[in-house]
């Protein structure tokens, strides 16, 4: 069995990247992934914790968080898509009509 | 803004398939088709299998179609004198009349025989060009080049190989019809000189 | 993982990339030889080997006509285009072609293996461990199955891309959309016969189907589920994009789709794993729907037919009878799915999805349904 | 050290080079690339630690379904703009920091926190097989996997909603 604070600390650095990701990088699609690496990342640490508590709430866990993914990412991509589509650019820094 | 798109008519057709709603389920058709070709595959097979040929297709360098016609006429041959020799006396009538420029004939002169000194040293048909018209056939005025029902043994891997010379051409099986009797004439008269 | 374990898993792996492999080969020239037959023709027959020094040639029905595709793809000169991305065209075949012989690895091709009793000189290495025969008999068999196919996805979409070609642009789309619908229905048909044997380990599948049903019917899937087997069987020919399913690399339309800048082993890569996954394909069919291994009567001791007649066999010819029974069952797959290909005339692209979306899937749901209430009533 | 400790190390490995190379590559393909091969190395790893049922579904829902629609969407939708030119935003130093506050911080809390609060094999261990996990599951856990559904069903509603809004902007 391997070590579980390695694979804690493997999930919390996956976690930072995609949080970092998010934050830095300007194309929408490349956002949109690297949540998906920080939902990757709390996968991974449940099925750590539910290794260690022998558990199954943890895997389940992670069964309702696939559903989330694929749902957020059906509504995800289209409304990429129609923003492309209006300003013909993934750029996050052209989106700031809201900006008032 | 847009142009209103014209409405699309569908074209009828004169030999339109007539369908019913079960042909145009398309479910038995599938199975059908399969159903013919599946057959025709096992019949082939059986055919292959108990040694009989399962195809209308000929192995073609090695297998002669069957079906020639009578009068396919589709190779050349040099006729010959009772000696051998070949009757031809290189007047390159056929050279000049074929239409495709396939007949190449080198002329010489051989003083042995007075009576027909000229013959020719080389005689080739390009048959990768061969229209096989045989206008060479009836522009020779010595019956020396014939065709016959056979067919040249051509495929090849190879251009060169389907130029044939003298002796391929003189290497014929003799028929009654092709050997014909030459008549033999009395030697020219001494003293004329044979013309080169 | 002991060394016998690790020596038969070696075994296995060879063997099974054997078969693949040599699937993939001659089915290049089944292909071919069965659309000659099939149309009254002859069929590649030149291809020959020389015995060296000899002028012996054996032509042998044109059997080497693969081995010289095989030599002629790799040494013809690898044509690289300007490619858009260098990274994503190198993984494409690899993509391709990779998921596929993985595929394999949860296959049973045969029953149990008693390597002591084959071997008696060796029964004391192995101290009378037997082994199913296959590579990994996991229990999330089909779910494994469906996993890898899916990257097969990502490899055609991944080679269209990053070429820099509208046709292969346009394959690499047309594969992505058809790959996943069919998929879909793929999943579908196979949940029927998940709930009948009430398992997704393929290897359990496979011995559920032996024995008979009715006294007479060999107990396999096909007999529960014959409307799925027929979607399954529709469904995988479209997975493996051939012809009535072709659209993704449409030669008329699309030059050859997706893999239209490939050229030399790249290209052959594409072909070779087209050609595995059509064994896959019927490998799959026969696991689920066909017995596997199982011939009708037939146990692990030998065949007791229904009169009360037994043939006792030996263990050794009990497994290589369920090696050939396996292999003879999926090249007859492999065969139907060629006649299939020289039979049917091609789907449009538009009428491809509406296939699978407003035809195939319903269907799919409603045999799932049908099955999952006539067992339930079974039950209660 | 087994064969498989060693596996779980590389897959590791693997998996944290992906995410790195996610925040780096250029291309959103290359992106999308680098996130495959970090969810490979990831299921793996489960594979490695025997949630047989996890690393399957891991494969087949995300590299095989979510990824395979980021991917045709990446391909569908080509646009060259500057975020291409340039990757990051302004808020490449403060989001560096941030990230490595929060790893550093959840890296502490879990040092400090030690050995877990429940024992290994308290309760019975349970089976990651895929018969008694799915019986389980449909067991405890049935409402929550039909509320799913209903998520999926919203899900499916509105993504056909806004292409049809988007449409409808476009004349």
Redesign the interface.
């Known amino acids: 069995m391997a070590d579980t604070q390695l694979l804690l600390g493997l999930s919390f650095v996956l976690f930072a990247l995609g949080l970092v990701g998010v934050m830095v990088r300007r194309n929408a699609l490349v956002m949109l992934m690297c949540m998906e690496l920080m939902l990757n990342a709390v996968i991974l640490a449940l099925v750590t914790f539910s290794l260690e508590t022998a558990t199954l709430s943890g895997a389940v866990l992670v069964f309702l968080i696939f559903v989330v993914a694929a749902a957020e990412i059906a509504i995800a991509i289209p409304i990429v898509l129609l923003l492309s589509r209006q300003r013909s650019s993934l750029d996050v820094e052209g989106y700031d009509r809201l900006q008032g | 803004m847009t142009t209103p798109r014209k409405p699309h008519v569908r074209r009828q057709y004169w030999n339109e398939p007539t369908m019913g709603w079960w042909e145009r389920s398309y479910l038995l058709e599938v199975a059908r088709g399969l159903a013919i070709t599946g057959g025709v595959f096992l019949r082939n097979m059986g055919k292959w299998m108990t040694g009989r040929k399962g195809a209308l297709t000929a192995y073609y360098p090695e297998e002669i179609r069957a079906d020639y016609a009578a009068g396919n006429r589709g190779k050349h041959i040099l006729t010959q004198r009772p000696d051998g020799r070949p009757q031809c006396v290189a007047c390159n009538m056929c050279a000049t009349v074929c239409p495709a420029q396939v007949i190449e004939i080198d002329a010489a002169f051989d003083p042995d025989d007075p009576a027909h000194p000229k013959y020719p040293s080389r005689f080739e048909i390009d048959y990768s060009r061969c229209v096989f018209c045989g206008f060479c056939v009836e522009a020779c005025p010595e019956d020396a080049i014939r065709m016959v029902k056979e067919t040249p043994d051509l495929p090849g891997f190879d251009r060169d190989r389907m130029w044939l010379g003298k002796e391929e051409l003189l290497n014929w099986q003799p028929h009654a019809d092709v050997a014909k009797p030459y008549p033999v004439r009395p030697a020219a008269e001494p003293g004329r000189s044979p013309d080169a | 993982m002991n060394a016998p374990d690790f020596a038969i898993s070696l075994v296995y792996i060879a063997y099974a990339l054997a078969v693949l492999l040599t699937f993939g080969a001659i089915l290049t020239w089944v292909e071919r030889k069965q659309a000659a037959i099939m149309s009254d023709r002859i069929g590649a027959n030149r291809a020959y080997v020389r015995i060296p020094f000899t002028q012996v040639k054996l032509i042998w029905l044109g059997l080497f006509h693969g081995m010289a595709d095989g030599l002629k793809l790799l040494l013809k000169e690898d044509f690289k285009p300007l490619a858009y991305d260098k990274l994503a065209y190198a993984l494409g075949p690899w993509l391709a072609i990779v998921p596929v012989l993985l595929v394999f690895a949860v296959v049973p091709f045969g029953g149990t293996l008693d390597p002591g009793r084959l071997f008696p000189s060796l029964a004391e290495w192995f101290g009378g461990r037997t082994y199913p025969m296959q590579i990994a008999p996991i229990d999330a068999g089909i779910l494994i199955v469906f996993a890898f196919s899916g990257i097969t996805i990502i490899g055609a979409m991944l080679a269209g891309w990053s070429s820099a070609n509208k046709f292969s642009l346009l394959g690499a789309l047309r594969a992505g959309s058809q790959l996943i619908s069919y998929e879909l229905v793929m999943g579908l048909t196979v949940l029927g016969i998940v709930l009948i044997f009430g398992t997704v380990n393929l290897g359990t599948i496979v011995e559920r189907q032996s024995g008979t049903v009715l006294g007479f019917l060999p107990a396999w899937g096909i007999v529960y589920q014959p409307f799925a087997a027929v979607l399954f069987l529709i469904a995988g020919i479209a997975e493996n994009k051939r012809i009535p399913f072709d659209l993704p690399e449409a030669e008329s339309e699309l030059i050859s789709g997706y893999f239209t800048e490939y050229s030399a082993m790249k290209q052959g890569v594409f072909m070779l794993s087209e050609f595995i996954e059509i064994a896959v394909i019927g490998a799959l069919f026969v696991t689920l729907f066909f017995g596997g291994y199982n011939l009708p009567w037939m146990n692990d001791t030998g065949f007791v037919f229904p009169g009360g007649h037994a043939v006792p066999l030996s263990h050794g010819w009990v497994v290589v009878l369920q090696l050939l029974t396996f292999l003879g069952k999926v090249f007859l797959l492999c065969s139907f799915q060629i006649l299939v290909r020289w039979t049917l005339p091609r789907f449009r692209w538009d009428q491809l999805l509406r296939f699978a979306w407003k035809f195939l899937l319903p269907l799919a749901i409603a045999n799932l349904v049908v099955t999952a209430v006539a067992l339930w009533v079974q039950q209660a | 050290m087994t064969?498989?400790?060693l596996l779980?190390?590389f897959f590791?490995a693997c998996?944290?080079l992906g995410?790195?190379l996610?925040?780096v590559a250029r291309?959103?393909?290359?992106?999308?690339?680098a996130?495959?091969s970090?969810?490979l190395s990831?299921a793996g790893?489960?594979a490695?630690?025997?949630?047989?049922?996890?690393a399957?579904?891991?494969?087949?829902?995300?590299?095989?379904?979510?990824?395979?629609?980021?991917?045709?969407?990446?391909?569908?939708?080509d646009?060259r703009?500057?975020?291409?030119v340039?990757?990051?935003?302004r808020?490449?130093l403060?989001?560096?920091v941030?990230?490595?506050l929060?790893?550093g911080a959840?890296?502490i809390s879990?040092?400090r926190l030690g050995a877990?609060a429940?024992q290994?094999?308290?309760?019975?261990?349970?089976s990651?097989?895929?018969?008694p996990?799915s019986v389980?599951?449909l067991r405890?856990?049935w409402l929550?996997?039909e509320l799913?559904s209903v998520?999926?069903v919203?899900?499916?509603v509105?993504?056909i909603a806004?292409?049809r809004?988007?449409r409808r902007s476009?004349?």
């Open positions: 064969i498989d400790q779980v190390y590791g998996a944290l995410g790195v996610m925040l291309h959103p393909m290359r992106v999308a690339l996130l495959i970090c969810m990831l790893i489960y490695m630690l025997g949630v047989h049922v996890v399957v579904f891991q494969v087949l829902i995300y590299v095989g379904a979510v990824m395979v629609f980021m991917v045709y969407v990446i391909m569908l939708l646009v703009d500057p975020s291409f340039r990757r990051y935003s808020m490449l403060p989001g560096v941030l990230g490595a929060l790893a959840l890296g879990a040092i877990p429940i290994p094999g308290a309760g019975a261990a349970p990651y097989l895929v018969q996990f389980e599951f405890e856990y929550h996997f799913t998520l999926l919203a899900a499916v509105a993504a806004i292409i809004s988007g476009d004349g």
